[in-house]
Structure formats: C-alpha cells, structure tokens
C-alpha cells in the first residue's frame, strides 16, 4: 500500500481550495470488464470501448436495484452490476481502503460533503470530458457540490432539504398543532410530555452528524472557508452554537428522548407512536417503510421550524452525486451510466417512485411523477409540492472542508459522551473545532 508524500497531500490540498473557491464564485482499481472471476475481481475487455463492458456500482439506496435494472435491460452492451457495501462515511472509507488496494468499484454513490476528501485524495475521478452535456441539465446551484476547479468530479443525484415529518393521527389524538417556530416546536415537546410521559415529540441524535449539520445550516452556519491557499475553520461559530444550546435544553429538561435514530429502539419508537416527529430529509419515505412499517399512511411532511416567524431556510441532510472512481478502466462508459442515472427522464422517473430522491436536475423536477405522493405517503398528494416550496431555501456550507469524516467523528464522540453524561454541548462543539483542525494542519493545509 503507498502512501502519499506529506507535501504532495499539502499540494493537492491547496489546489482543492482554490477548486472550491472556483466552483463557490462560478454559479476503482476495479474498472470492471466482461465477465466476475470466481474471486470476486473483475476482468475482460480493456478501455477501448469494445466488446461487453461490466461496470461495478457502489450504491446503498434501497431498491436502486430496479432503477439499475431499467438500465441493463436497454444497454446490453455496458452492464452494471451492483453492490452494497456500506452507506455514508462508511462508503466513503471503503472507497478509500480500495483505491489504495487497487480493487474498488467503477461507480460509486457519494454524499455532497464527503466528495472534496475524495478529491483531493485521488479517489474519484474527473470526468469532465464525458460530462459536457451533462452539466447542462442542472443549475448553478447544485452543480457548485461537484465542481472544483472547473472540472467536474460527478453527477448530482438529488437534493435533500431537512423538513419535519410527522405524525397526523397522534397529532390530532394529543390535540397538538404542527410547530412552526423552534420556540412553537419545544412548548409542543413539553405539552406532550405532560398529556403523555411516555411520548416524545423527538430525540436528539448524537450518532448521527447529518441532521445537526443541516439544523446548524439553517441557522446560519458556515464552518469552512478559504482564502487562496488558507483555509478558515469555524465550526463552533455562534450559529452552532446557538442550535446545539436550545438542543441542550429540551435533553436537559427531559422533553426529547436520546436515543439515536437508526437504532432498534428508535425504530421500535417510531413505530409504536412513542415518537411523534422525525426531522429528517426529503428521502425519509423511503426509509419509513422499513422503520416504521406499520404506520404506513400517518405521516404528513411540513416545513422545518424556523428560527423567525415566515422564514422559509432550511438545511440539508445528505444529497449525493454519482462519481466515478479514478481506476475504473472503463470511465466513459461509467460515466454514460452516471448521466443517465440522474437526467435521463425515465431513470429519474424510477428513482423518485423507488427512492424517493428530489430530482437534483432542473428538469427532473416538472417530471409528471411528482404529482403523486410517495407510497408510504398515500394521504399527502402534495408531499413533493410541500418539498418544491422550500428546496430553493435550503441552505448548505459554501463549502466543504477537505477532512469532513474527522469532524463529523468529533461529533459523534463529543456529543455522544455529553449527552450521557449531561455534558455541555458548547464544549463539544469546541472539541470538533479543535480535532478538525488539529487534523488539517497534520495533512498540510494552511489554517488562518
């Protein structure tokens, strides 16, 4: 296994910077051929285009199997096989473990702030000359998460605005009204909490840094930024700061419940109507189904609480883009694949009624689809409405900082310790600040 230099980390991470502050201003070993060896590796044809093409396709979304097949059945030529390693950062390590081995996929799934890291360490690959139709399929906006330097390092799949999803039947039962504020969402936890001691309007999340990242976005925050070559780290920044206190207090009064979501018992809980609420992004009713499945018909989506009356900000939590890995053998042809995943009409088409995703490209989402709600949301035939509304105001960071998975593992430990404890969550935060860039500086980027 090699490992690169310290000062050509260094270099690459400088390069990343003003990439980013470009793309900010300006809006696989493993290539598989023909034919799975019984080792597992792939082999056949080279990258010439000729014969049948094999390609490898990392992707944890469930039932994206279906969409795959749509493409398999009419490309006979380029086949796509696909594999489900990990989901998240997880994948993200995966990727990197096996482009140092030389035995990672073609195609992979990758979420908006984990693709700078994949950047700067070679592990995906630019393919801006296979894309040039591609990228004129979305808007400035959302091509910004996978341009650096000009150059495009993948396809945006779709955008994920935090919203607050909810439970009507129990809402109706308790007499409670949907929060509009963050002020109205904690006198409603506490109200709960009285009719019923056993129910929770929430639970505070300390396994998981998507949700608060999102809520700290819409607060206001910006954690990264850059000058040239010297990059700005603010990730305890009064924005943060102000989200993880009022979270703190509904934990320290007992009005949210702790556990993490994803966990047994939060799916217990949501299934059994201990939990009434889940903030979550526009992909939950995908995810619904195998949380809760017997509440299939009881949920409604709202706009996040705001922090001020009529402000329609919200976060995001998650996204991705299609990437294709730096070793595929094959990038043109998975690059084929990755922009007819995500701006082909149909393939869009088959993602929202599988997935759920909010089309990232501008004519994905007028597809005639949206008009209807999603399954596990047969009593909402506006949901995809309700998530065009506010979409336009969810708010990312400007940009991501190149060592992401230390910061968010900073957050899982700080306040996964604090919220045991009855720890300070101020102090956590503060710890994130000081691991990320105690990190940065390790790989050699200049901090100010």
Same mark, same amino acid.
């Given at each position: ?29 493993? +290539? ?16 010439g ?5 094999? &390609?490898?396709f990392?992707?944890?979304?469930? /039932? ?9 059945t ?10 489900? $390693? ?18 990672? $996929? ?6 908006y702030?984990? &693709? ?37 390092? =993948? ?45 929770? &309007?929430?639970n ?5 840094? +998507? ?16 000058? =040239?070559?010297?990059?700005?780290? /603010?990730?305890?920044? @009064? ?27 939060? /799916?217990?809980?949501?299934n ?5 609420t889940?903030?979550?992004g526009?992909?939950?009713? @995908?995810?619904l189904? +195998? ?13 996040l ?13 998650? +996204? ?10 094959? $990038? ?31 004519a ?9 709600? $999603? ?10 409405a ?32 604090? &919220?045991q404890? *009855?720890g ?16 940065m500086k390790?790989? *050699?980027?200049?901090? *100010?």
């Amino acid at each position: 296994m090699s490992v690169t230099p310290r000062r050509r980390r260094a270099s690459a991470a400088a390069a990343l910077a003003a990439g980013l502050l470009l793309a900010t201003a300006a809006c696989g070993g493993g +290539g598989s051929g023909s034919g799975d060896k019984a080792d597992g590796k792939s082999g056949g044809t080279d990258g010439g285009g000729k014969g049948k093409v094999t &390609l490898t396709f990392w992707d944890w979304d469930p /039932n994206i199997d279906k969409v795959v097949a749509k493409w398999n059945t009419t490309h006979p030529d380029i086949q796509v096989k696909l594999s489900n $390693p990990a989901g998240g950062d997880q994948l993200v390590a995966k990727m990197i473990t096996a482009h140092e081995a030389k035995n990672g $996929p073609d195609i992979a799934k990758v979420e908006y702030q984990s &693709l700078p890291a994949l950047v700067s360490k070679g592990v995906v690959a630019d393919i801006t000359d296979y894309t040039k139709d591609t990228v004129t399929k979305f808007d400035d906006a959302t091509l910004r998460s996978t341009v650096f330097q000009g150059k495009v390092y =993948g396809v945006p799949q779709d955008v994920a605005p935090l919203m607050l999803f909810y439970r009507t039947d129990l809402f109706q039962k308790y007499g409670l009204s949907v929060p509009k504020t963050w002020a109205d969402f904690a006198t409603t936890a506490k109200a709960l909490r009285a009719k019923d001691p056993k129910a929770y &309007l929430t639970n505070f999340d300390a396994a998981d840094p +998507g949700w608060f990242t999102g809520l700290a976005q819409q607060a206001g925050a910006q954690w990264w930024s850059a000058s =040239g070559d010297t990059w700005k780290v /603010n990730i305890n920044d @009064a924005p943060t700061k102000k989200v993880a206190s009022y979270w703190q207090q509904l934990v320290g009064d007992g009005s949210v419940a702790k556990n993490p979501s994803f966990s047994p018992q939060w /799916n217990k809980q949501m299934n059994d109507g201990t939990l009434l609420t889940w903030i979550s992004g526009a992909w939950a009713p @995908a995810q619904l189904g +195998g949380i809760a499945p017997s509440t299939k018909g009881k949920w409604a989506v709202a706009q996040l609480p705001a922090w001020t009356a009529g402000d329609p900000a919200t976060g995001i939590w998650g +996204g991705s883009a299609t990437t294709v890995t730096a070793d595929s053998k094959h $990038p043109k042809e998975a690059a084929e694949f990755a922009s007819w995943l995500n701006t082909d009409d149909a393939a869009v088409t088959e993602q929202v009624k599988q997935i759920n995703v909010y089309p990232a490209a501008t004519a994905g989402r007028s597809l005639p689809v949206l008009q209807a709600a $999603p399954a596990f949301f047969p009593n909402q035939p506006d949901f995809y409405a309700e998530v065009k509304k506010v979409a336009p105001a969810a708010r990312s960071f400007p940009m991501w900082g190149p060592d992401v998975t230390v910061t968010f593992t900073g957050y899982t430990d700080g306040f996964g310790k604090a &919220l045991q404890s *009855g720890g300070d969550f101020g102090a956590a935060l503060d710890a994130m600040q000081g691991a990320t860039l105690a990190d940065m500086k390790k790989l *050699g980027f200049t901090v *100010g």
